[in-house]
């Protein structure tokens, strides 16, 4: 349900259709500079990469699971059948793996064998609360522009993901899998920013959300036909749209 969110903001994270990827990088790479503390880490391996990876991949895949839940018990009246749902979501569980997977080949994130290189620390929880903040605020921002006539079903979705963001930090109290190997992947703000931009366009993010936003309406969430001619407008006007500080 946060992709579904979160597909609806990057939609409106600019004006016309061809600068929005630019707009995209330009925002991750300024949240990335914003979780940054001033400390320094050393660079991960590649194996270390991996492995951690590997782990917030199925903690985030547990925090689903268990926030899903929320749906039935808040969104009763707006999703008939929260299970048919689910599975619109649960199908594109392959959209961040293959985000994930591009910005890895694109990026040189890791070292082969462990080095003395340090490299700027991010704090991960202060970049997940950063992010659902500016998501919170584009949202805002879009229920400005296009009315707030459906809201329920961007509202659903955020208490989904404010769940899931709450459920990772929980399983990570005792520290992130990176801090505990001691390392971080090289994520330098400007690379970052240009390669969110060409791995957005790689995947078709445009064309994920969509597929996500009618599947929801067959599913039974009729409010969501709302939300699906709103990506399909904003996807093809050429007029600026504000963007949230």
Known sequence: MYFYALCLVLLILGGETAKLPDQIAEQSKTLLEQSQTGKKIRECTCDEQGECIKEMKTQFEGCFEKCWPVVSKEGFKLVKNPEKAKECFNKKRNFVDDMLDCMQKDLNTCVKEKESKEIDYVDIGKFLEKGEQKLQKQVDLLFETVGDEGHEVIDIAFKVGH???????????????????????????????????????????????????????????????????????????????????
Request: net charge negative; glycine share 8%; with cysteine.
């Open 163 to 245: 769940c899931m963001r709450t459920c990772f930090v929980e399983k990570n109290s005792g520290g992130y899998c990176y801090d505990k190997k001691g390392c971080q992947p090289l994520l330098e703000t400007e690379e970052a920013g240009s390669s969110v931009k060409k791995c957005l366009k790689e995947v078709g993010w445009k064309n994920q959300a969509k597929e996500v936003c009618e599947c929801t309406v067959n599913a039974g969430v009729e409010e969501a036909d709302r939300w699906c001619k709103v990506i399909d407008t904003l996807a093809s006007s050429k007029n600026p749209v504000p963007t949230a500080d």
